[in-house]
């Protein structure tokens, strides 16, 4: 985290591995699985160096496949491709704020009844008929589907 508040991609990111080819066969060929990987910090502003170079986005997956090579050992040499989604890129292809997926930082002010403001944590907005129950909303971001059940409540 220091590092990205300073502008720098994580020298050791933080890697969260999923498999969703282990659970849907169908979105890899017979024999092949899709790997993501969630990958923490990579600042949106970057002291040097742009998330449009792709050379530049090149040597942060690779820092990333390394940290996962070091617990699997011949993943790199596994992979047939990779598509790599910076923040930037993020926000250019979802419409994610500077490539935040928690629709905001989850700092002190923005947890329990302040997120997304104080007043609004009861999904209503000043819009009859009209609420909002995305991961800018409580119990915060992230892919749980929390705040829409909570919505739907």
């Known amino acids: 985290y220091v590092e990205a508040s300073l502008g720098r991609p994580a020298a050791r990111p933080v890697v969260e591995m999923t498999m969703p080819s282990a659970l849907d066969r169908t979105i890899a060929p017979p024999g092949k699985h899709v790997v993501q990987f ?7 502003e970057l ?17 990333v496949f390394g940290v996962v090579e070091e617990h699997c050992p011949g993943f ?8 790599v ?3 930037l890129h993020l926000e250019q292809i979802f419409g994610l704020h500077r490539g935040s997926i928690f629709h905001g930082a989850l700092s002190l002010n923005q ?3 302040g997120r997304p403001a104080w007043g609004w944590s009861n999904y209503r907005t000043p819009l009859a008929g009209f609420y909002h129950g995305g991961a800018g909303s409580h119990p915060g971001g992230g892919v749980m589907g929390a705040p829409g059940r909570n919505c739907a409540r």
């Open 47 to 63: 002291a040097s160096g742009s998330w449009a170079d792709p050379a530049f986005v090149d040597a942060f997956a690779d820092r």
């Open 85 to 87: 989604l910076t923040p």
């Open 111 to 113: 947890l329990g009844y």
């Open 38 to 44: 969630f990958v923490q910090y990579a600042p949106y």
């Open 76 to 83: 790199t040499k596994s992979v047939i491709a990779r598509d």
